[in-house]
């Protein structure tokens, strides 16, 4: 069975998705935490 037109756009489209949600998500955790790192070294 060959997939239809839709279904090859529409997952990697997903993934593309999931994969951005996550890095935004990631990448402010990290801030944050380094934010935290940093205010307890200065105490």
């Known amino acids: 069975m060959i997939p239809?037109?839709?279904h090859v756009v529409f997952i990697p489209?997903?993934?593309l998705l999931?994969?951005?949600i996550g890095y935004?998500?990631?990448a402010?955790?990290?801030r944050d935490e380094v934010r935290r790192?940093?205010?307890r070294e200065k105490r």
């Open 4 to 6: 239809t037109p839709e």
């Open 13 to 15: 489209g997903v993934l």
């Open 28 to 30: 402010r955790a990290v």
């Open 24 to 26: 935004t998500l990631g």
């Open 37 to 39: 790192q940093r205010a």
């Open 18 to 20: 999931g994969v951005f």
